[in-house]
C-alpha cells in the first residue's frame, strides 16, 4: 500500500488461465485507483529464463500473482526478497520464511483448491489496500469458478470462495441461485447452449447442434417464441426436468456415464453490473472467456476484459468461440482414438504430444476429469509438448479418489524433481514438465508414489 501511495512502480507477473487473469486485473485496478504505475505480463509457468527477461522491465516491486509459492527456490535465486511480493494459493514449496511478503492461506490452514482461489485472496488483499474496492468481489468469483473450485454439491463455491460470494451480493454485484448450467443461459438458442457446454462435456451432444436439435425436439421443447429464439432462461421447471431426462436418456443409450447430466443443475451466478444478454453477464461464462483468452494466446484481451473494456466484447466472443471448438474437437479426438490413451492400475495416461497444445492441457485434462470417460478410481494425467520440447503433463483427482489420501501436487513434485523437472500443485490438481526423454520414468515414478499413497 505505501509503495503503491508512493508511485512505485510495479511488475506484476501473473498465471495465463482465467483465475490468473482475474487476479492479475484485480492488482491492476487497484493500482490503478492509486495512480501507481505498472507493467502486467501473463506467462504460462515460472522458470529462470523468463524471470531472467521479466526482470529486465524497469520496475520497484515486483508481484507474483497467483503462482509462485511452488517455485520458491527458482524466485529466490533470481530475485530480491525485499522487494517481490508472493500472492497465491497453491502449496507453498521452498522457504517461505525467506519472503517477508508472501501472501497464501495454505500457510493458515485453507485448502487453496477448494476454500479460496488466487483471484479471491488478491481480492483480500485489493480491500485492504481500498476498502472500496469491493466491487472487485465479482472477479474473484470469476476466478474461483475459472479455477473449477465449485467442486461441491450443487456446484457451489464453499469455504472464503462463499463469504466473498455473500458480499458480492450484499453489495449488489451479483445474484446467486440455482438453474442449468449450460453455456450461454440467457445469451443462446437452446440447441446452441446445449451444443456449447462442455464442461461437463456431454458426448454426442457437445459440438454437434444438430443433434442438439433434435434431442430438444423430441423432449417437447419448443425452439423458438415468435421470431425469437428461446434461451434456456426461458425454460419452464417442467420443460428443464424433460430435457435433463432427454439428456439421461442420451447417455444412457450411448453407454456413457450419467455423472455429467447430474452435474448440469445446481448454482449460477450472475454478475448484476453486466449488460443482460452478453457473454460476462454469467459467472462461468465470463470464466470461460478469460480461459479461452489466456489458452489462445490473447492474454492482454482477457485483462481488458476484466478492467472494463465492452467495446472489444465482439472480439473476445469471437476467441470463446475458437476455444470451445478447439477444445471440443479435442475431446472428441481423445474419446475416439482410443490409441492416445493407456492405463496402467492407478493412472490414466492421455498421450497427446503429437496433437494437443500445450496451453490446453489444463483444460482438456479438467474436462476429461469430470466427462465420466475414463475410470474415476484413477488418476488422470495428459501429456503435451512445451514450447521447449519438453513433456508438459497435466495431472487431475477423479471423483472417486477426491477423499484419498493422494496429494497430486506432492506426486508431481517429488516425481518430477527425480527426473530433472520441475512440478506441484493442489492436492486434487497439479502438472509437472520433465526433459521429453525422461518422460517415461516420470511416469512410471508416478504410479509409484500412487501406488506408495494408497498402500497398493
Same mark, same amino acid.
Given at each position: 500500500?505505501?509503495?503503491?501511495?508512493?508511485?512505485?512502480?510495479?511488475?506484476?507477473?501473473?498465471?495465463?488461465d482465467a483465475d490468473g487473469l482475474a487476479a492479475g486485473s484485480i492488482l491492476a485496478a487497484s493500482l490503478i485507483r492509486l495512480n501507481a504505475p505498472f507493467h502486467i505480463r501473463a506467462v504460462n509457468d515460472l522458470n529462470e529464463k523468463l524471470i531472467e527477461d521479466a526482470l529486465k522491465i524497469r520496475h520497484e516491486i515486483l508481484v507474483f500473482s497467483e503462482l509462485g509459492s511452488g517455485y520458491l527456490d527458482v524466485i529466490e535465486n533470481k530475485c530480491s526478497?525485499?522487494?517481490?511480493?508472493?500472492?497465491?494459493?497453491?502449496?507453498?514449496?521452498?522457504?517461505?520464511?525467506?519472503?517477508?511478503?508472501?501472501?497464501?492461506?495454505?500457510?493458515?490452514?485453507?485448502?487453496?483448491?477448494?476454500?479460496?482461489?488466487? &483471484?479471491? !485472496?488478491?481480492? $483480500?488483499?485489493?480491500?485492504?489496500? #481500498?476498502?472500496?474496492?469491493?466491487? =472487485?468481489?465479482? %472477479? &474473484?468469483? !470469476?476466478?474461483? $469458478?475459472?479455477?473449477?473450485?465449485? #467442486?461441491?454439491?450443487?456446484?457451489? =463455491?464453499?469455504? %472464503?470462495?462463499?463469504?466473498?460470494?455473500?458480499?458480492?451480493s450484499n453489495s449488489g454485484f451479483l445474484k446467486e441461485g440455482i438453474d442449468l448450467i449450460l453455456f450461454g443461459r440467457e445469451t443462446r438458442p437452446l440447441h446452441k447452449a446445449l451444443a456449447s457446454t462442455t464442461s461437463p462435456f456431454l458426448p454426442g451432444l457437445s459440438g454437434r447442434e444438430d443433434r442438439c436439435l433434435s434431442l430438444l425436439s423430441s423432449a417437447n421443447i419448443d425452439l423458438k417464441k415468435g421470431d425469437r429464439w428461446r434461451t434456456v432462461s426461458d425454460l419452464t421447471d417442467e420443460e428443464k426436468r424433460r430435457l435433463i431426462s432427454r439428456i439421461v436418456e442420451h447417455l444412457s443409450a450411448e453407454g456413457r456415464e450419467l455423472e455429467a447430466a447430474r452435474s448440469l443443475i445446481g448454482s449460477v451466478y450472475t454478475l448484476l453490473r453486466e449488460e443482460p444478454g452478453t457473454i460476462?453477464?454469467?459467472?462461468?461464462?465470463?470464466?470461460?472467456?478469460?480461459?479461452?483468452?489466456?489458452?489462445?494466446?490473447?492474454?492482454?484481451l482477457g485483462i481488458s476484459a476484466c478492467l472494463g473494456d465492452r467495446e472489444s466484447i465482439l472480439q473476445v466472443e469471437d476467441v470463446l468461440k475458437e476455444y470451445r471448438a478447439t477444445l471440443a474437437g479435442y475431446m472428441e479426438l481423445i474419446i475416439e482414438n482410443r490409441s492416445l490413451t493407456r492405463e496402467t492400475k492407478h493412472m490414466v495416461v492421455v498421450r497427446g504430444e503429437n496433437s494437443i497444445d500445450e496451453r490446453m492441457s489444463g483444460a482438456v485434462s479438467s474436462m476429461l476429469s469430470i466427462s465420466g470417460h475414463h475410470d474415476k478410481s484413477k488418476v488422470l494425467l495428459v501429456v503435451t509438448r512445451a514450447e521447449d520440447g519438453s513433456a508438459k503433463v497435466s495431472a487431475r483427482i477423479r471423483e472417486n479418489l477426491k477423499n484419498s489420501p493422494i496429494d497430486l501436487g506432492k506426486v508431481m513434485y517429488e516425481a518430477s524433481a527425480r527426473n530433472d523437472g520441475i512440478g506441484g500443485g493442489h492436492k486434487v490438481a497439479a502438472g509437472a514438465k520433465v526433459p521429453i526423454e525422461k518422460l517415461e520414468p516420470f511416469l512410471k515414478d508416478v504410479e509409484d508414489e500412487l501406488a506408495r499413497c494408497l498402500g497398493k
Open positions: 500500500m505505501e509503495k503503491a501511495e508512493e508511485s512505485s512502480t510495479f511488475l506484476i507477473l501473473t498465471h495465463f526478497t525485499g522487494k517481490t511480493v508472493i500472492i497465491d494459493h497453491h502449496p507453498v514449496v521452498g522457504r517461505a520464511d525467506k519472503f517477508p511478503y508472501h501472501i497464501n492461506p495454505c500457510s493458515y490452514g485453507f485448502d487453496g483448491s477448494k476454500d479460496i482461489s488466487g &483471484a479471491g !485472496v488478491m481480492y $483480500l488483499v485489493a480491500k485492504e489496500m #481500498r476498502g472500496d474496492n469491493t466491487d =472487485l468481489s465479482v %472477479l &474473484a468469483v !470469476v476466478g474461483a $469458478l475459472g479455477d473449477t473450485q465449485d #467442486r461441491n454439491e450443487r456446484r457451489r =463455491l464453499d469455504g %472464503l470462495n462463499a463469504l466473498i460470494v455473500e458480499e458480492a460476462l453477464r454469467d459467472g462461468r461464462e465470463y470464466a470461460t472467456a478469460l480461459n479461452a483468452c489466456g489458452r489462445m494466446g490473447k492474454h492482454g
